[in-house]
């Protein structure tokens, strides 16, 4: 076994640990995501906001 697939293994709990940083990227992913739309709405509501009092940026 090259160092390469000694990594991979971690050490036999390579099965549990890929998996694992698997879902860590996917739930921060998604919470980024999730983030970034809701700011986008803010920004618009608060556009919004300004354009029905008569105010401008």
Known sequence: MNSVDGFLA????G???????GLA???LGGLAAYSW?????SVA????LR???G???
């Open 51 to 53: 354009q029905q009092s």
């Open 37 to 41: 739309r809701r700011y986008r709405a």
């Open 45 to 48: 509501m608060v556009d919004r």
């Open 25 to 27: 990227v996917l739930v």
């Open 10 to 13: 971690m050490g036999g709990y």
């Open 15 to 21: 099965a549990f640990v890929w998996p694992a940083y």
């Open 55 to 57: 105010r401008s940026r």
